[in-house]
């Protein structure tokens, strides 16, 4: 329950029974591809638009997440997800098709966690049984709406980060085998007054290190209590930053501790620039790569802090400086808590 | 011989201000553009750009002022012989070239591929 002011602990362990992960043709060629449960080789989907490409990629890994579990779709009671693209229809659309009642998000790149949090909270007070939590992104898509035509192919400077194309969805239920959500951090709005678009990792390695460091201080533990801290799409300027605050903050956390999902998902000698990003960048590798690292025994206990640049082409046109979030949610494995 | 050593520098240093225009104004591509290509255009009007094609080749040539260059290269030479009317009809006059290619290769470029950004 509430614990300080902006973390939730929950007593009633919601587990997460199965996830679903689906990548595109870069994600297939990077570094975790067998972490995936479905990739595609074609950035289309068979589909005429990358929007409507982005509603599939959503849709397969809902299906995947209900397929992989025991339990049939309409014994789930919400669909919470959200996305990138205007008025997330990609993800509307996709709840059309799913058709279970549904809330949307939008937290950026933040949403997974948010989406994951808020869904371990409605199981955790008995508001539902099951929950689908997930979130998406395509590449193309929010080129297209966040850069320039991309047909002009203009330069990107280093800084700059790779949306993940692919989709990731979390099973909550109140009970059954799998990794146990145990608390979550609502992170609240920091803006550095950064008002550059490719260099994002820069702007939201504030909002994570406070995320960050309330979460310790409000549940009264210390770093060491996590076997991997993971933040959402920092990429390498944001990794840096980050630690170099989080060190100036006092908090002792040791650098193979400090782990990136942006700096997971692809190798090394792809086209990335700073990193990936993208709202389905922690949740395909915290659903799939993480969690199977839990299953496996490797990990037991996980900090995910999904980190989310709210701008929007508008507001980066008119000057105004990104406003930018992060949400931390706990996971730890089923045989110790 | 020395031509080509020119045509190289000046090549290379209209591109390194455009670089400087992006990185270090932080302009967008579109913002830089229109810059390199207003520039070139006002060079004409005071008859500096023509020397340095004269001296660099296609150094001067190839790099995006040069549009500006010819729109108000062509516009000045027809309102010699028009008046007026001369400068709207002159403008794409020596630029028709690289803007019908502009059109028929995107047409092409259309219909083989998947025209969405």
Sequence with gaps: MLTGHQTWVFNNKPVIISTGTVGGPFEANGNIPNDFDLLHDDMWLKQDSFEKAQQTLMEEACQTAVKKSSIEKEQVQFFISGDLINQITPTSFAAKTIGIPYFGLFNACATSMESLALSAMIINAKGANYILSGTSSHNAAAEKQFRYPTEYGGQKPPTAQWTVTGAGCALVAQDGQGPKITSATIGKIIDMGITDPFNMGGAMAPAAVHTIETHFKERNIDPSYYDLIITGDLGHIGREISLDLLKKRGLSIQENQYVDCGLTIYREGQPVLAGASGPACSAVVTYGHFLNRMKKGDLHRILVVATGALHSPLSIQQNDPIPCIAHAVSIESGSDV | ?117
């Design chain 2, 1 to 117: 011989m020395m031509i080509f050593f020119w045509a190289f520098v000046v090549g290379g240093a209209i591109c390194v201000i455009g670089q400087l225009l992006l990185d270090v104004l932080k302009l967008n591509p579109g913002q830089t553009l229109t810059i390199l290509v207003v520039s070139g255009a006002i060079l004409d009007g005071f008859g500096l750009y023509e020397p340095l094609i004269d001296f660099a080749g296609a150094g001067a040539t190839v790099p995006i002022t040069s549009f500006g260059n010819s729109l108000v290269h062509g516009a000045m030479a027809e309102a010699e012989t028009h008046g007026l009317v001369g400068v709207v009809t002159g403008m794409f006059e020596v630029t028709s070239a690289g803007i019908s290619a502009a059109i028929i290769f995107g047409v092409i470029g259309a219909l083989i591929f998947k025209p969405k950004g």
